[in-house]
């Protein structure tokens, strides 16, 4: 009830609010509305006209109540902030005066989601490589999408994920697709592939191209444990955790082990850090510059806190399993 | 909450308005948090949104239930003359909480476009004013509507009742008594997913638990505040609960929508079944994936202007506009 519980408003044009923008449009991608609830929803969120045009066409534009504006011509569309998509249209919004917080976050996404909606529609590459990867998709389906992307007699296919905001970086057919946890960048490789360095990326199982599905999940697993210190992450490299993975997804709330690493300084999680990964004491301390007795000392007093010791063979698994736990909590893709 | 069904998906363009709401929106109200949600300012606006819109408010005090005062707004067109259509409205609230301005916005439109008068009722809540208050209160309101219709401006031959939610489903229960006793003839009922039905069995009602706007737990709290003890009891009227009345013919045409994902929607399509099974006229629609209230909530989106534009659709022919 409007009056009771608040009715959709603009955003708030100081503060911003992103996760609001990202998790709106991501819902209206995954729930595979067209173009013009896109526009729609740019428009009642910034609180003006929203517009897209695509060169030769007459523009579209939504006003904030949802209602068809007159189309306008393109010069008059050009003064206003807007974007380029990969579909090669242009959207904007129509603001007047100055831009609000959230302006550049829902043209951004905007743009996004307006390329996957018309990359659905036109039947291209794209839509092929999302049916390919979905375990939604009927096996029928998918046979067809991965012969339309020559994929069907291969043996070896990898999905990589990268976060929707990096380009393709890596050849193979690719596409942003919506994932439970957000949207994501697929791109389609063979056994092997070379991440440019400092991009975050999980690399899925390696399998024929039915298996796809399989090797998307786990290479979003992937892409979860991925950090700045290890920013690409092979599904195949992970063994046993991708099924502890999928028990932690099922489960819902973070195991307490997961929750007692969070609570923990970052600090304290170097040292942690660097004493299960290097091995020993004196490694550890040459890793963080410290000497060895005062680690000694940290790794000790860590080990009251936590609860275990993870100097030992099965308090660093256990270690090890909490850290992954710790980054799967992570809201949306981490 | 172990028995939630599976439930109609939402509609994505809803949904996603849904998610931004969810943190000023609890799906389930309690008993505890009616003195909070009321002290919310309600329409702090309405005011400004009757100026901009130019349309005058009068308020009359008049004898309620038992001669007790209550209040009612007289709203119509500045400058108005002559006689028209007249709708009389419910606010909705759980039959807990509102007033009489609550979903006035699109009573508004109807002002505006069909030059109509609206008298709006301010009826007194539950738990302090338990059934029969809020029913008796609103044909109350009604009789001094249909009373005073030529001084109001109001053709009587035209006057229409309308309600959303706990408004539609005393809308309904309005209609039934205007019907057994011989009160005003009214040209139509607008029921907007009216609340109708207080014994907590339907389908919708178990797969709206916990979700959604205005779920099971919260449809529980408003009939126990409006019952008490009575709910889901065989001591309740058809006049509180109209989804327990066995005759419905006899009334006036009604139409009702609602949404597909919303706790009204068995109790709401059952009741249009009934008007049809009795010989009445009834219009219905269901409108797929809507919550409870999203035109209200969600104007922009398409399904909202849809159900709004259907409805004023209903209302114009009603009224030989």
Redesign the interface.
């Given at each position: 009830?409007?009056?009771?519980?608040?009715?959709?408003t603009a955003l708030d044009p100081e503060a911003s609010d992103t996760l609001?923008v990202v998790?709106?449009?991501d819902?209206?991608v995954?729930?595979?509305?067209g173009v013009?609830?896109l526009l729609?929803?740019a428009?009642?969120l910034t609180g003006t006209t929203a517009g897209r045009a695509i060169e030769g066409r007459a523009p579209t534009r939504i006003a904030?109540?949802?209602e068809r504006a007159e189309s306008g011509t393109d010069a008059e569309a050009s003064v206003w902030p807007s974007r380029r998509t990969s579909d090669g249209s242009r959207v904007w919004i129509e603001r007047e005066g100055q831009a609000h917080a959230n302006d550049a976050m829902v043209l951004e996404r905007l743009a996004l989601a307006v390329a996957i909606t018309s990359a659905r529609r036109a039947n291209t590459a794209d839509a092929a490589v999302e049916v390919v990867v979905s375990s939604s998709a009927a096996p029928a389906e998918r046979a067809v999408a991965a012969a339309r992307l020559r994929l069907d007699t291969r043996d070896h296919v990898r999905a990589v994920a990268f976060h929707p905001d990096a380009a393709a970086l890596v050849p193979g057919p690719n596409a942003v697709v919506a994932t439970s946890r957000g949207l994501a960048r697929v791109v389609l490789v063979g056994r092997t592939v070379d991440v440019p360095s400092g991009i975050l990326a999980g690399i899925g199982i390696d399998g024929p191209a039915d298996r796809l599905p399989e090797s998307w999940a786990s290479a979003l697993v992937a892409l979860r444990l991925s950090t700045v210190h290890q920013p690409v992450v092979d599904a195949a490299e992970l063994g046993a955790v991708l099924l502890v993975a999928e028990a932690a997804d099922r489960r819902g709330e973070p195991h307490p082990d997961a929750t007692a690493l969070a609570a923990l300084d970052p600090r304290t999680r170097e040292v942690l850090d660097a004493v299960a990964d290097a091995g020993s004491m004196r490694a550890a301390a040459s890793v963080l510059g410290m000497h060895h007795s005062s680690v000694q000392a940290r790794a000790d007093a860590i080990t009251v806190q936590l609860g275990y010791d993870p100097r030992t063979p099965t308090g660093r698994t256990r270690y090890f399993l909490a850290r992954a736990l710790a980054a799967l909590a992570r809201p949306g893709l981490g | 909450m172990t028995d939630t069904l599976a439930r109609p998906p939402f509609?994505?363009?809803l949904?996603?308005?849904l998610?931004?709401?969810a943190e000023?929106?609890p799906p389930s109200i309690t008993p505890e948090m009616i003195t909070l949600?009321r002290q919310?300012p309600?329409?702090a606006s309405v005011d400004d949104l009757l100026v901009a819109r130019g349309i005058t408010r009068r308020d009359v005090t008049i004898p309620g239930h038992e001669g007790a005062d209550i209040i009612v707004t007289v709203l119509a067109r500045e400058g108005r003359t002559g006689t028209g259509p007249g709708i009389f409205h419910t606010h909705?609230?759980g039959m807990i909480?509102?007033d009489r301005?609550?979903?006035i916005?699109a009573i508004v439109d109807w002002i505006e476009r069909f030059d109509a008068v609206c008298v709006t009722v301010e009826y007194r809540l539950a738990p302090e004013f338990p059934d029969p208050y809020p029913v008796e209160d609103c044909y109350a309101g009604l009789l001094w509507t249909a009373e005073h219709a030529d001084e109001l401006g109001i053709d009587p031959t035209r006057l229409i009742i309308a309600g959303?939610?706990a408004g539609g489903g005393l809308a309904a229960g309005v209609s039934l008594l205007a019907r057994d006793r011989g009160g005003p003839a009214l040209a139509g009922q607008v029921l907007i997913y009216p609340m109708l039905d207080d014994r907590d069995a339907s389908v919708s009602t178990r797969q709206i638990d916990g979700v959604g706007?205005?779920d099971r737990t919260s449809n529980v709290t408003g009939w126990g505040a409006l019952l008490g003890d009575r709910r889901a009891t065989g001591d309740v009227s058809i006049y509180a609960a109209p989804a327990r009345a066995t005759d419905l013919s006899g009334l006036p045409p009604a139409f009702i929508d609602c949404g597909s994902a919303e706790v009204f929607r068995d109790e709401d399509v059952a009741y249009a079944s009934q008007i049809w099974a009795d010989g009445g006229q009834a219009e219905l629609h269901v409108w797929p994936g809507g919550f409870?209230?999203f035109d209200?909530?969600?104007?922009?989106?398409?399904l909202?202007?849809s159900m709004t534009e259907t409805r004023t659709n209903w209302v114009g022919r009603v009224l030989g506009a």
């Open positions: 009830m409007q009056e009771l519980v608040g009715r959709l609001k998790s709106y449009f819902t209206l995954a729930g595979g509305v013009e609830t729609r929803g428009a009642v904030p109540d949802g | 509609d994505p363009e949904e996603a308005v998610g931004l709401l000023s929106l949600m919310a309600i329409v909705g609230g909480i509102g301005f609550v979903g916005a959303a939610s706007v205005w409870h209230g209200m909530m969600a104007p922009h989106a398409a909202s202007r």
